[in-house]
């Protein structure tokens, strides 16, 4: 059996009832649970699973994808990455020592598309005020120097770029999924 981390986009992590398209953490361990993986374990209320499981990441995508649309209603694109894949990933940071001074502010963007070098060219017009991206290690990296709030890299324009749905964590988040996942 293999770690692998489910990144969750467009989930209102809060309690049950606290908005739209609400999935709360204990209950989303609960659905992979049923699904029949094992040690599932999430990171704070951020959208992220950790569990170990047979399978690939497309299958187990769908399935997780499957559970909490018969669960709560609604869709949510989900990717499935190996956890052994995390360290090789943030060791391929193009952004260098940013990333330890604002690890909040750099992003990485996972797909369950291949993520093509073009993308930076097409993504480019729409970085402002030091913003930068990058493909590196099979991901899209995003700079938001200034903050996201302002950016004009928002998730629509990153998936039309891509041409399949993408769902971003900043680092800091991507380093504590890495330590639950080891």
């Known amino acids: 059996m293999q770690h692998w981390v489910a990144w969750l986009r467009g989930v209102n992590v809060g309690k049950a009832g606290a908005g739209r ?17 094992q040690d599932a374990q999430t990171y704070l209320q951020s959208g992220n699973l950790v569990f170990r499981a047979r399978g ?13 649309g018969a669960r709560w209603g609604f869709c949510v694109p ?10 090789s990933l943030l060791e391929a940071c193009p952004f260098g020592g940013v990333a330890d001074d604002r690890p ?49 890299l928002t998730p629509a324009v990153l998936d039309r770029a891509v041409g399949a749905p993408v769902t971003s964590r900043n680092l800091k988040t991507l ?5 639950l996942a080891r």
């Not at 990441?57 to 994808?65: F, K, N």
């Not at 369950?112 to 930068?132: H, I, K, Q």
Request: one cysteine or more.
């Open 21 to 37: 398209r609400a999935v709360p953490m204990a209950a989303l361990r609960e659905v992979a649970a049923d699904l029949g993986w």
């Open 56 to 68: 690939g990441s497309a299958a187990l995508a769908t399935a997780l994808e499957g559970a909490i």
């Open 78 to 87: 989900v990717v499935v990455t190996p956890a052994l894949a995390l360290a």
């Open 104 to 152: 909040q502010l750099v992003h990485v963007s996972f797909t369950a598309a291949a993520v093509s070098p073009e993308v930076v060219d097409a993504l480019r017009p729409y970085c402002t005020a030091g913003e930068r991206v990058a493909v590196q290690g099979g991901a899209l990296w995003s700079d938001y120097a200034n903050g996201v709030g302002r950016s004009k």
């Open 175 to 179: 380093r504590a999924v890495r330590a």
